[in-house]
C-alpha cells in the first residue's frame, strides 16, 4: 500500500518532458500542437526558440508557379510598400526555423507578465494585451529579451515578423525604460499597444435602401415595451431625411499582417428604388446616395407605391387594438379627426395618448387619456380621469383636466379648467384657474380663481368661491419667489458692501495726509533724478490699490442698489394689479357663496360673503383710512 501510493506521489508531481527538437516551418502554433499531441503532453507546457527566419517574395499570374526569391533580414522593411502589398499577384511567406523544449518557469523571466497578442477582425492591426494584475521586472538583457517573447507570442497567432512592424522597437524602449527606472512595473488595469499594422482593407458597400422614418427606438432589453405606441402616423418635418438610397461602391484592397492579399469584392446592385415619390417630397442626388427628403411638415404615406407628405387625417377611433397612440408632435402641423361618436365607445380610447398640432375629437375620451395639440375640440364629454392640453381649446362636457390658453367649455361638470382666458357656458361643480374667467350660468360647488376678473352672468346655485389671486398662475408664483430670493440676497449684499464702504473711507481719510507727503518726495525724488527708495514706492502702490478698490465697490453698491429697486417694482406690480381686479356678479346673489381677494405683501387673505338677495355686482378689494383691507361693492366696472 504504501509503496504504490509514494509511486502515485511521484507521477503526479513530476512533469512530462519532450526531447529538444528542431525544425522547419510555415506555422509555428501547427507544430507546436502537433509536438504536443505526439509526446502526449500540453501545448502550455512546451516553449520554442526562433533559431532563424527565412523571407520570401514572388510573383504569378495565375497560370504559373510562383518563383520565389529570399529577402534578406536588412532588407525585410523594403517589403513595407504600398504599391507592390497591393499587388495581388505579390505573394509573401516566412519560414522558421524554430527549436522546440519543455518549458522551465524557474528561467522564465516573464512568468508573471501576463500578455497575449491578437488582431482586428481584417488582421491588419496587431495588439499587445496586458492582463489587470501583470508585473514585469528588471533584468540583465530585459531589452533583447522582450521583443524575443513578443515575436514568439506573433508566431503562435501566424502574425509575420519583422514585417508591418516599425511600432514594435519604440514600444519596447518605452517599456524598457520604465522598468529600468521603476524596477518592477504593476499594470493595474488592461493595457492594449498597437505593435504592427498593415494595410487596411476598405470594406465593399452594397447596394441598399434605409427608412430613416421607420426606424424604432432603441429599446434596452430590460426596459419594457410599450405596444401602445406602435407608431400609427409617423410625423416628419421640412427637410427631414426620410429615405435614402446607399449606392454601391467597390471597396479598396488591403493585405494583412500574415501577407494575405485582401481583394475587394465587387458591389452587388439589386435594391434599385422602384417606389414613386409625390411633389412634396424632394430628391437630392450625391456620390454616395440619393436622399427623398421632405419639403414641408406632415405625416408620411405610402399607397400605390407611392411615397407623400399628408397633413389631414381622419379616423375612427385611436384605440389600442386599431392605432395605439399617435405622437406627431404638436409642431408637425397634422391635423386629426377622430369621427367615432357612439356615446358608448371612447373616440379616445383608455391610456392612449394623442400629440397633433390640431385635432377635433367628434366624441368622448376615455380614461387616463392624453391628448396634446395647438388647437382642439371635443365634441362629447371628457372622462374624470382624462387630460387635454392646447392653446385653443374647446369642449362640449368636460369632467378630466383641461390646460390652455383659450379655452371654452359648454358644461363643466366638476371638471379642472386652467388657462388664460377661460369661457364656461355652464358649471355644474369644478375648479377654474385663469387671469379671466367668464360663467354664463354658475350652478353650485364652483371654486374659480383668477388673477384679473371673474365674470358671472348668471348664478343659479351656492357653494361658490370666487378668489381673485395674482399668483394663480404657476410660473407668476415661481416668479415671485425667484425675486423675493434675490431681494433677499442683494439687501444682505448691500449691507455688507455698505459696511466695507464705510471701513475703507475712514482708513483712507486717515492716512490722506502722510499719502500726500510721500507722493510730493516721490516727485522730488523722480525730479532729480534720485532712485526711489522701495518701501516709499510699495506703501504708494498700497494706497493707490484701496483707492481703486473703494471706487470699484461704491460702484458695485450703486449697481446692486439699482438691481434692488427694479426687483422690488416688480413685485409689487403684482400686489398693485390685486387692486384693480374685479368680481363681476350680473345677477342677485343666492345662497351662500364667498368672496376671496389674496394679498401678497402682507400675505393675508380677505374674504366676503354676499348676503342672500344682494344686488351688488362689481367687487373689488380696498384699503381704508386705518390701513385695512376690505372687499366691497364699487361702482365703477372694469
Known sequence: MAFFGSNKSKKTNSVKKIRTTVLKTRNVAKELLSLAQTNGVSIESIDFNLLDV???TGLSDGKKDIEWE?????????LDDTTALLNKNFHIKQIYEIEVFTKDEKTNNFKDFHIAVGANATRCKVYLSIKAGATLEYFTDFEQELPILINNKKLRAGILINIFDEMLKDVVSKL???????????????????IAQSIEPTPTIDDSIVLHYDKKKEVDQHDKIDYSKRGYIRSVFKNELLIEYVKPKKGVDGRDTRGNFLEAKEPLETNLPEFNIDETIEIIENKTSREYRAKENGYITFEDNTYAIRTDVEIEAVSFKTTGSILAGVNSEVNMNIKETDTAKDAVGPGMTVEVTEIEIEGNTGSNSIVHAQKASVGGQTHKDSEIRADKLDINIHKGKAYGKKIHISRLEHGIVDGDIIEVSQAIGGDIRGKEVYIEICGSYVKATASRLIDIKKLQGSENIFTIDSLVKKDSKQGVKKKEKEISELKFDIRQIKKEIEKYTIDIKANKQSFLALKKRLVLYKKNGVKMPESFVKKYQQFIKVQKHLEGIIQEHAIKQDKLRLLTTQTASYQDSIF?????????????????????DPPVEVSYEPPEGSLDMIFAIVEDADGAYKIQAVKEKK
Open 580 to 600: 384693480n381686479a374685479r368680481i363681476v356678479n350680473h345677477d342677485r346673489w343666492v345662497g351662500y357663496n364667498k368672496l376671496v381677494f389674496k394679498l401678497i
Open 54 to 56: 527565412q523571407t520570401f
Open 176 to 194: 524598457s525604460a520604465k522598468v529600468k527606472v521603476d524596477k518592477k512595473v504593476n499594470f493595474s488595469k488592461n493595457e492594449t499597444i498597437l
Open 70 to 78: 529570399e529577402t534578406q533580414s536588412d532588407e525585410l522593411y523594403e
